[in-house]
């Protein structure tokens, strides 16, 4: 029986061949050839020279230590396609535009048994969170955390079903595919071709129903049109605009980054698309000069403190998270890891009927403050019914923080919890729809953390009616109000919100309904000058020095 060997497979974009596939940059060698390489194949070797370690230096070893690394790429013609098969860490060397980003994903949900999945990595844009979720059993979908209404399937591992199993018995899907095989050689166009009628099935639909609420945009035309939103949105510094890593992090290593593609940049101490508009402006970029191919060329890369590289680059479009409707119809867009989405239509009406009449006007002053803690001290000290809870903590002893709210309000015996945040950017916004959750289910669940509340309001509460301060805590009569800082029309209602932060403002408003507590968001007029994006004081680590270091792009 001959030996199972791993592959990892890429369906090329049609027009793509060896020739305009590979990075301009890259090392491989296509001077090789093989007695056991498939019929009109071409072959690229990784063939690097050996390289002490960096730890040999780091600790002094004298002994002759040595690593190398190796790795190929073969460029196979199959059904009028071209694929491209992947050994060792080379992958990296395609142009991130060449394949099918939906190839290894969309094989694996047609070919897996949808009762035998094994791990998930799963996408929330709203955050641009990514989580891995493993199981030790054979499982379904449900059992993976997924909720098919506010997340991507980025990567799905699974058994594969019995008609395929003379092929490969397990599949790992994202934009290529991982299997293990026996296959010979010369039954890798056999193989590669079974791949290519499972990319063109739509059976997943049945075997995972609703799993693309959310889908990819494939129609080069409606693509080119949305790119051309995206760069009126740069050009315009537009607030809908952010940068995530689309990667998962350790970030016990630390995060640092730095950007390249116009020289070399800054050291930081976390991703801002605020920081890359700092990095063109000091590069005398002007921002009505970038295009999409200035995006892609332009660089996102981790480094340790140092400046020295410790993840992937990925280009500055890749990292780009922005939501949009065209002109010419009326549907949502959302640009995540480099790729476009559609939204299912009715879904987003769905979202707009459920959240307008949640919608409510403030109760509180507008905003014309240095920032969020000056406005929520300031705004409390001007009222005897308002008390500043921002920063103060209601977690059991020895857990992490939990602020109860930002600012506490009296009215008609209800304690109103407002939540303040200044912004509409998705990360921002999931984050304050969560603290309005987790502070109300530690607030009826933890009795030290009610006590703790108690005594908090109680403290700031005027000397003569305390106890009417405390009663609604009694009474449990308690209401949660999000209030969101903006320069946008508040007459806009949820349309304010990037459409993921619609879907996390909903989920935790039917959460705190199902719980019994009355919610509402509002939006808090923003008079403060609209950001000029001049160069910003950078937070660094207090190792380094009071300057930013500067590090060569590579």
Not at 233 to 248: G, M, Q, Y
Not at 396 to 401: E, S
Request: hydrophobic fraction near 35%; include cysteine; charged fraction near 25%.
């Amino acid at each position: 029986m001959s030996k199972a060997r791993s592959f990892s497979i890429y369906l090329l974009k049609e027009g793509y061949i060896e020739t305009n596939t590979l990075k301009d940059d890259h090392t491989l060698v296509d001077n090789f050839d093989g007695s056991n390489l498939p019929n009109n194949t071409k072959l690229f070797i990784l063939d690097n020279n050996p390289q002490p370690p960096w730890w040999k230096s780091y600790f002094g070893i004298d002994a002759n230590l040595n690593q190398v690394l190796k790795g190929a790429i073969i460029f196979l013609p199959v059904g009028g396609r071209m694929f491209a098969i992947t050994f060792g860490h080379v992958y990296h060397n395609l142009k991130e535009t060449s394949y099918e980003y939906d190839f290894g994903l969309r094989v694996t949900l047609n070919c897996v048994d949808p009762e035998k999945l094994k791990s998930t990595d799963i996408l929330e844009p709203s955050g641009a969170k990514r989580q891995r979720t493993q199981l030790p059993v054979d499982s379904d979908l449900t059992y993976f955390d997924f909720d098919r209404d506010s997340t991507i399937l980025k990567s799905l591992t699974g058994k594969v079903k019995d008609e395929h199993k003379k092929l490969f018995k397990h599949a790992t899907g994202a934009s290529n595919i991982r299997i293990s095989s026996d296959i010979t050689p010369h039954g890798l166009p056999e193989l590669c071709t079974k791949l290519l009628d499972l990319y063109n099935e739509d059976s997943y639909k049945t075997a995972f129903p609703g799993i693309q609420n959310i889908s990819p945009v494939r129609d080069p035309d409606v693509i080119s049109a949305l790119n051309k939103k995206l760069l009126v949105a740069v050009h315009e510094k537009s607030d809908d605009l952010s940068l995530a890593v689309p990667e998962i992090i350790n970030y016990q290593d630390g995060l640092w980054a730095t950007f390249s593609g116009v020289g070399s940049g800054l050291i930081y101490d976390d991703v801002y698309m605020d920081r890359y508009f700092e990095y063109l402006h000091d590069h005398e970029v002007a921002l009505n000069d970038i295009d999409v191919n200035a995006l892609r060329k332009h660089s996102l890369a981790l480094t340790d403190e140092e400046g020295n590289p410790c993840g992937q680059k990925h280009s500055i479009f890749k990292c780009l998270v922005f939501d949009t409707t065209l002109d010419t119809e009326n549907k949502t867009y959302h640009l995540s890891d480099g790729n476009w989405y559609l939204v299912d239509t009715d879904y987003v009406s769905k979202l707009t009927t459920y959240l307008d009449p949640l919608c409510a006007d403030t109760t509180l002053d507008i905003f014309d403050h240095e920032n969020e803690g000056d406005y929520n001290q300031l705004v409390s000290d001007a009222s005897v019914t308002l008390i500043c809870l921002d920063k103060k903590n209601i977690a059991p002893n020895g857990q992490k923080q939990v602020e109860p709210c930002d600012i506490f309000e009296l009215h008609d015996g209800t304690a109103i919890l407002h939540h303040i945040k200044i912004s509409t950017l998705s990360a921002q916004l999931s984050h304050l729809f969560n603290q309005g959750v987790n502070s109300v289910k530690l607030l009826r669940g933890t009795p030290e953390s009610m006590e703790k509340m108690k005594i908090l309001v109680k403290t700031e509460a005027p000397e003569d009616n305390k106890d009417d301060y405390i009663a609604p805590f009694e009474n449990d009569s308690l209401k949660i109000v999000f209030g969101i800082i903006t320069h946008k029309e508040k007459a806009n209602k949820s349309q304010n919100l990037p459409l993921f932060s619609r879907i996390s403002l909903m989920r935790c408003m039917k959460e705190l309904k199902m719980m019994g507590i009355e919610a509402e968001y509002c939006f808090i007029e923003d008079q403060s000058p609209k950001n000029t994006g001049k160069k910003k004081k950078r937070k660094l680590h207090k190792k380094n020095s009071d300057k930013a270091t500067k590090v060569q792009a590579s």
